[in-house]
């Protein structure tokens, strides 16, 4: 393959051999899906206007294809009601953990379930029938504490194996799980925890973060202090670590029953009670800065048909296949990794830094267990680009069929890195959806070709239209997201949202019956779709609606620059662009430096994208899934406060972005 950097972004980076097209599983659906229907379905295209022209049939049918262990089948498919309202395969029942624990791929229990392994090198594996056995322990341990369906245990936990577990236990009982990272300060989880009183909160009191060991008794001890209804507490292992002294509530292995009798297979089975379809599974929240975090409760039925289609179909997922996707349990990819486990492929949880000891060290775990897939944020891959890493000439790569990226949008320039630095023949799938509904709006297609900064297509089932502010359909303009009909992993509801306004301003107050996403994109051309970040955070100089990642892309060429943030500085009737700055170490921002920024940005984008400021600042305000908070930033800019800091990974860098403000309105 010629290089990638050198093709024109109207010509395909990468496009799938026939043979790799033929063995695609999306394929062999879209011929089945084909005689079921009675339409013809020549192609990809075709097969996804048909899932939503006819969204009772194909998500009826994608279940049947699939296997979906329902105990009873559905009396109908989805109801008359509007979004939000609509219900999801009613009548049927179904266990979402006997999908993940027994999948129909799995005849030998001894096949590899789990790999967990840890920035210092720990490792614990599970295989199908260990995981089997841990999960039915738990759930002996969760009845002995008095827990039972309905009722609600939050995990302020690393990635370990337990925490997946603990998870499958929950969903087999009917027990609703929730979980952040232990990275989170306690007033955070605090904010997530409080709005769901669980009746027990599970806790790393130990973790390690790049090569640093950090203890969280005091953030535990806080944390179960403030939530409501005096929370039964029990302390969770960490691979490698003893547990750090005076760690408040029960050990694991001292709450853990023991297990005794389990030796036959029958012994070993969980409890994997058939739950309605819209049965709670887990909440999970927003990370926004404003307010408590919403916290969306999500149907089991609906993030397990979701992910499965998104596994399966769109990321090609096969049996036996080893999937590492870098994430803490505060982030929703965690939530999506984890049902990998229903296609009866491996897991692999890394905890820690993905940069320690250095930027190889998750393509060197990715050689040593053979990753079919490999999922990163866009951040990690604009990082190895910046430090000029070749993974593919460092490691053996050759098992990698996919590698994807979410978080933030993935530039052209970072597609490109991938095929000339990673590997040229693999499905680079840029993805994104989100925590609202646990699952992709647009995702990779493994039997088209890839666009340059193009996410291929929406996916199956996902009625996606790209609107301007007059609600017209539009192509080759920027627009809102929009999804016209509901979606089986859409929230069932917020918590402390009784009649649901909260549920219904947060998406269906623009576009009345459309939910709108709140994100800016633009469909192509070649029928994908670019991201251009958060429609809020959307630029409007002298009326131009700009997105963010229009500039941000140009700043690649500049080889001084890590990262940015364009923000709107509001005038009287209009706004400025300004453009904060984060430069490599030893640089400074100096007049040839800014012109060339700005002479970058009037080229790769336009002279309205041009920043009215250039400012150089020493980080920008991070989610603590490591996407740079836009709106943060642009509050500090028109003089606003900043609420719940708490929320930020790195709330420091607010003070230093005021420091650098003050200095500007001073005439610095």
Known sequence: MSEPKSEPQDRPLWTPSEERVLRAAMTGFRRRAERWSGRELPDYDALHAWSVDDIAGFWRFYAEDAGLPFETPPERVVSDDPMPGTRWFEGARISYARALLYPASVTDARQPAVVAVTEAGAEVRLDYGGLRVLVRRIQEGLRALGLGAGDAVAAYAA???????????????????????PDFGAEAAAARFGQLAPKALFASPVYRYGGKRFETVEAIRSL?????????????PYPGE???????????????????????EADAT??????????????????????????????????????HKEHRLHSDIRPGDVVLYFTTTGWMMWNWLVSVLAQ??????????????????LWRLAERLGVTLFGTSAR????????????????????????????????????????????????LASISGGTDIVSCFMLGVPTLPVYAGQIQRPGLGVDLAVLDEQGNDVVGAPGELVCRKPLPSMPLRFLD????????????????????????????AEGGVVALGRSDATLNPGGVRIGTAEIYRPLERIPEVVEA??????????????????LHEGVSLDDELEARIRAAIRAGASPRHVPSRVLQVPQLPRTRSGKAMELAVARLVNGLEVPNASVMANPEALDAIRSVLEGVEDGA
């Open 159 to 181: 990635n370990v194996p337990e925490t997946l577990a603990l998870l499958l236990a929950c969903a087999g009982e009917g027990i609703v799980f929730s979980s952040c990272s």
């Open 224 to 236: 179960a202090a403030v939530l409501p209804g005096d929370p039964q507490l029990v302390m969770l």
């Open 242 to 264: 003893p547990g750090p002294a005076g760690a408040p509530g029960t050990p694991w292995r001292a709450w853990l029953p023991d297990g005794a009798g389990s030796g036959s």
């Open 270 to 307: 969980p409890r994997m009670q058939p739950l309605p379809f819209d049965h709670p599974l887990y909440v999970l929240y927003s990370s926004g800065t404003t307010g408590l975090p919403k916290a969306m409760v999500h149907r089991a039925g609906g993030a397990l048909l979701s992910h």
């Open 344 to 361: 009866g492929a491996t897991v692999v949880l890394y905890e820690g830094s993905p940069s320690h000891p250095d930027l190889g060290a």
């Open 380 to 427: 990690f891959l604009h990082s190895l680009q910046a430090h000029g890493m070749r993974p593919g000439d460092d490691v053996d790569l050759s098992a990698l069929r996919t590698v994807a990226s979410t978080g933030s949008p993935l530039s052209p320039a970072g597609f490109a890195y991938v095929y000339r630095s990673i590997k040229s023949d693999v499905h």
């Open 497 to 524: 949202d009784p009649d649901g306004a909260r549920y219904r301003d947060a998406y269906f107050g623009v576009y009345p019956g459309l939910w709108r996403h709140g994100d800016l994109v633009m469909r192509t």
């Open 565 to 582: 943030a364009a923000v709107a500085r509001r005038q009287t009737g209009d706004e400025q662009v300004w453009l904060l700055v984060v």
